[in-house]
């Protein structure tokens, strides 16, 4: 293992940049009125010490439809909380781990 160069922190930082495992940052959600734009409910987290912004609460100026809006390759997209919350209700009873699955599936045959 190489030494760090002075002020290393930024090779650290790349490291867990790299990692393929997931990350559980604390999530912090802030109410923001963007001038213009109304109430919105921002959340951010904190990676390799920098504060990211990484998804927002938002009403569509139209029919105050509620979106979960993310970033996605510079592009911004909208999910409809109503679609979201069925996804989620679907996950909580049919989204497992391999582990479960070795665990609880392992040996049966369809």
Not at 47 to 59: D, I, L, N, P
């Amino acid at each position: 293992m190489q030494p760090l160069p002075a002020g290393g922190g930024s090779i650290q930082a790349l490291a867990v940049m790299k990692s393929n495992d997931p990350l559980y940052p604390a999530i912090e959600a802030i109410w923001a009125g963007p001038i213009g734009e109304g109430m919105q409910l921002e959340l951010a987290c904190e990676v390799a010490g920098v504060r990211t912004y990484f998804a927002s609460f938002v009403a569509d100026p139209d029919d105050e439809m509620l979106s979960l809006e993310i970033n996605v390759h510079g592009q911004t997209v909208r999910i409809p909380l109503d679609q979201l919350e069925e996804w989620i209700a679907v996950a909580r009873t049919d989204v497992h781990s391999e582990a479960w699955y070795d665990k609880n599936v392992q040996g049966t045959d369809s």
